[in-house]
């Protein structure tokens, strides 16, 4: 365990943060938890979140409210390319700007160590005969999800002095059980496709690379944040993933219909070769961090554990088509209802 014990966690009511938020109970670390709540009621089971909690927009945090904290993992955000298209404008706003804030504020209060939830979404469209790597591969980000992501780690760096290490994790699409499922990520969403209907339809030719790394190896790398020395993480970003963690669609398709068997596979092929293609290293983080990072899950068994999942809560279709497990349909729903503002602030009650 680490001397940096009080850690807070942003985001802790997300898919991430709820697996996250126990893990680190579990090896006995002071837990806080911070998050604006818009999916705290997306929950499969019930869950123990008997830890002190702030709930409040990221955006109207603080220094008072990082009293102290030894060590942040800053997982809350606009969490994908789609949520960022929503609301124009407001990605940049809780992705960058509060980032920032945040940052700032926890330097300011005598936080020791920033541990940032980035994204590989900052490659872009590349070129797939190489793995991109953390430093020397071109950045090309295309969305504004994945901007900020790249500026926010850019100016983070920028905030390092000898009291304050910042690492940044960019891991890949996660999958696996969470109290707060998605089903909006590929892997996640092929297996309860496949558990739901019984046929997985994959609308390109199955040959778009994808790096995916299980939901619980994530948290063992933010954890590794926590406990590695600073003179080996800090100021360093690391690609999130597993040895031979770059899968086709194709694999990761064939892969659910084993979870599921009996379910029918059918490439339609009417989109052709997606562009969204990418092979990534994972060789910093299973190198330099190899005393830390021990990542375990692979694709097989993260899909028996999402099947065991869907038996065990009576899974249906609509939870996997709807606002529970669709984190764009949820933030529709709540602004429809008009819960949410335009700038997805909660509107008083």
Known sequence: MSSLNKILVTGDVGYNGSVLTAMLRDKSYDVRGYDTGYYEDCLLYPVNLDYP?????????????LSGIDAIIHLAGLSNDPLGEL?????????????????????SAGVKRFIYASSQSMYGVSNTASELDEDDSEKNPVTSYAVTKWEAELQLKALINEDFTVVCFRPSTVFGASPRLRCDIVFNNLVACAFTTGRIEIKSDGTPWRPVVHVRDVCDAFIAGLEAP?????????????????????????????????????????????????????????????????????????????VDLFREVGFTEQQFRGKQTIRLAKLRDLMESRKLDEKLRWKAA
């Open 53 to 65: 909690r702030i709930t409040q927009d990221i955006r109207d945090l603080c220094t008072e409210d």
């Open 87 to 107: 609301a124009p404008g407001i990605t940049e706003e809780i992705n960058l700007a509060a980032t920032i804030k945040l940052a700032k504020a926890a330097r």
């Open 230 to 306: 600073t003179s080996l993480v800090g100021g360093r970003s690391y690609n999130v993933g597993i040895p031979n963690g770059n899968f086709t669609v194709r694999d990761l398709a064939e892969a659910a219909q084993r979870s599921v068997p009996g379910s029918s596979l059918v490439f339609t092929g009417e989109h052709g070769g997606d562009s969204r293609t990418y092979r990534v290293s994972f060789k910093r983080i299973l190198t330099e961090l190899r005393d830390y990072y021990k990542p375990s899950w692979d694709l097989d068994r993260g899909g028996k554990e999402l």
